[in-house]
């Protein structure tokens, strides 16, 4: 297992969780498998449906500095003429700034500004490429 949560809320009621995992250690994983055990207080357990996860390289994404200041700078390398989609996600997952940009084939360099006001933490960059609908994440401190 790769970790485990308590529960919250109360019983009988749908309740969201949320656990974010390092999967550093795997570098040449592409395809990731999950499936939680459920638990009660009689020690009585269920498994979840196993769910994949596909890992894209994101060898077509920079993002510097990190931790960042005041910016991001993010370079892009586009298939084709597109809109990107930026999402920027703090730490408990909630958008805190998105924007879209259009980009040409090839390398695009631009730069998120304005963030020197954000609480220090963690942070997620993920891009949506419009016409592929691949999606990139970067994870920044600040």
Known sequence: G??????????????????????????????????????????????SNVTTVKLEKTTGVQVWPNPAGSFVNIAYNAASNTTIDISLMDGQGRLVRRESIKVSRGLNQF???????????????RITDKNTGKIYTEKISK
């Open 2 to 47: 790769i970790g485990s949560k308590f529960p919250s809320g109360p019983l009988n009621t749908p309740t969201s969780y949320q656990f974010d995992d390092n999967i550093l250690g795997l570098p040449s994983a592409t395809i990731v498998y999950y499936r939680i055990k459920a638990m009660d207080n009689d020690s009585r357990f269920a498994y």
């Open 111 to 125: 730069s998120i500004n304005s963030l020197g006001t954000l609480p220090a933490g963690m942070y997620l960059i």
